[in-house]
Structure formats: structure tokens, C-alpha cells
């Protein structure tokens, strides 16, 4: 999977994140021929400060496809990671 957009907004007390996730996952078959499998996933959302600290994790069971997610932050965030301990 990919984070396709983020987008942060300052609110009068915090921050508003919002997210755009496309989950997928392929098999490869053979040279250049790949396979779209199922998923249904425990997904992992890691979200940083400027000083690459982590401010926010969430984790998330997703199937495949477009999601949106939208987080209300009390610090500003920099940084969002896709699975940022390799799960």
C-alpha cells in the first residue's frame, strides 16, 4: 500500500491530518505478470514531528482499496509513515 495524499490543517486548538491510502497487494507470477490478492490487514500509521520524533501510531485492520483517514493532532505533524515498523 501507498499514502496517496496528506493534508494538514491548522485548527484553533490542534491539528487536523487527513489521509488518503490506496492497500493493495500483488503476486508476482511470472516476469511482469502480477496477481491482486485479497488483504485484509493490520495496517500501521506512524506520525511524526519536525524532529522526526513519533507523535502518533495507529494501527488499523483495512481491506484493499482507497481509504481516508482523518486524525485531530495536539502537535504539529511533519512526517507520515505507511507501516513504519514493518509489520
Same mark, same amino acid.
Given at each position: 500500500g *501507498?499514502?496517496? $495524499?496528506?493534508e494538514m490543517r491548522a485548527l484553533d486548538?490542534?491539528?487536523?491530518?487527513?489521509?488518503?491510502?490506496?492497500?493493495r497487494k500483488e503476486?508476482?507470477?511470472d516476469i511482469g505478470q502480477y496477481e491482486e490478492l485479497g488483504v485484509k490487514d493490520l495496517v500501521e500509521i506512524g506520525i511524526y514531528?519536525? $524532529?522526526?520524533?513519533?507523535? &502518533?501510531l495507529e494501527r488499523?485492520?483495512? $481491506?484493499?482499496?482507497? *481509504?481516508?483517514?482523518?486524525? *485531530?493532532?495536539?502537535? &504539529?505533524p511533519? *512526517?507520515?509513515a505507511l507501516d513504519p515498523n514493518l509489520l
Open positions: *501507498k499514502i496517496e $495524499k496528506a486548538s490542534g491539528y487536523e491530518l487527513e489521509i488518503a491510502l490506496n492497500l503476486e508476482q507470477l514531528d519536525e $524532529k522526526d520524533e513519533l507523535i &502518533r488499523f485492520w483495512m $481491506k484493499a482499496g482507497e *481509504k481516508q483517514l482523518i486524525f *485531530k493532532l495536539d502537535q &504539529r511533519a *512526517k507520515v
